[in-house]
């Protein structure tokens, strides 16, 4: 339990790490062709910010051996509505990623919240018919036939 409680403890330092120099890259990119040398005032503190938002989430979400792919689904989520309402709808850069993220992240929450929903679904139902066939069975319960005097005798049938 505590090994395991450290493992994560280590991880999360480098995803944090990881997540805001992968948002500082793309935010650089995004606004540099517009903004010019501004674009670092903006990329900077959206980056840090993203990239800790995106590693707590990522770790209280899924489970350990997930984070990662969780983490890299959640910034592929935030990054393409960036991208759309920045350079097609030309809306404000700060305007554009409050709303990207809420779109990514709200997202990302959601399709989690639906795969576990349908994986709970799913083992209910085919835990289901099991349990159905169980209970056929205690309702009706099968008859053995008896043997009386070295005969075969099935309850069932009357002798004619």
Known sequence: MVANFLRVLQDVPVLVIVSMLAYFCFLEQLLVGKMGSGAIAVSLPFSCILGLLAS??????????????????????????????YSLLHMQAVLCLLLATFTGFGATMFGRYSIVEIMRWRRRWIAQPSEQRGSQDLAQPHQQPTVVDETVTNPNHLPS
């Open 56 to 85: 707590m989430t990522s770790t209280t979400m899924v489970r350990r051996r997930y984070v990662w792919v969780y983490a890299t689904i959640q910034f592929g989520l935030v990054v393409l509505p960036a991208h759309l309402l």
